[in-house]
């Protein structure tokens, strides 16, 4: 028989994992903060937030995103990821966390807002079992393959330093990455990072990322051969030298 009389305490947090794309660089980016509130305080993270009593969580996600960078976005460009109730993921309080993500077509200039000391957009890199996340002389990692994630929570403490992301972040973003790898062949919502239109050649780049490869490793042929049915045309590319490419969106 459970015991109705323990003390439950519970906290529900909304955390958002903001996608963008530096076309200069041509990396996928991810939005981290740098804490000034809470046990992770002086800790770089998700942007994360307590939901309201009167907000249901996906106006919670667009808020934090107000909060955070100060942008408006439709409710379209987010979407659920998971919810991650572990017992042990916040070691002071009872808190479940309801994960987001959404992609920002463009690189918005960031404004530390309420419960930040600092964002910074990170560049995506890929190892054969993480990704990297960087900035400047900051580096963070997604949780290793190998580990699974009843093991990482058993051990979460190993994780309390500023080397690390806060909380369970490293083990919300693996799922983030597994998420879009696993749907690029039939709903690749990221490439919205690219903006209304895109030419493949940008999409193979996106797509490279999280196929952790070079992108000069995909073919075009063979991309526009196995993908092409998940774009239309919408155009061609103007302004640039050369032959102009076509221009796509999402189907």
Do not use: C
């Amino acid at each position: 028989m459970s015991d109705t009389n323990l003390k439950n305490d519970l906290i529900i947090n909304v955390v958002n994992i903001i996608w963008s794309f530096n076309a200069e660089t041509k990396k996928v980016l991810v939005l981290l903060v740098k804490n000034s509130l809470g046990i992770d305080a002086d800790r770089w993270g998700l942007p994360a937030t307590i939901l309201r009593a009167d907000e249901n969580a996906e106006d919670a996600s667009l808020r934090l995103i107000r909060e955070k960078i100060g942008i408006e976005l439709p409710d379209f460009y987010t979407e659920q990821l998971a919810t991650f109730s572990n017992v042990q993921r916040i070691s002071d309080h009872r808190e479940i966390a309801l994960s987001y993500m959404t992609y920002l077509p463009s690189m918005p200039d960031l404004t530390a807002g309420y419960g930040a000391k600092d964002v910074k957009w990170f560049s995506v890199d890929y190892q054969p079992e993480q990704y990297s996340l960087s900035y400047q002389n900051l580096k963070f990692q997604t949780l290793s393959d190998k580990i699974s994630e009843s093991e990482f929570y058993n051990n979460i403490e190993n994780s309390h330093d500023n080397k690390h992301l806060a909380a369970d972040h490293a083990l919300i973003l693996r799922l983030a990455f597994q998420r879009i790898t696993n749907r690029l062949d039939y709903l690749p919502t990221i490439l919205l990072i690219l903006g209304d239109s895109f030419t493949l050649k940008q999409a193979r780049e996106v797509y490279a990322t999280f196929w952790k490869e070079p992108s000069t490793n995909i073919d075009n042929s063979n991309f526009r051969k196995t993908h092409a049915h998940l774009f239309t045309e919408v155009g061609m590319e103007h302004g640039k030298s050369g032959r102009p490419a076509k221009l796509y969106k999402l189907r």
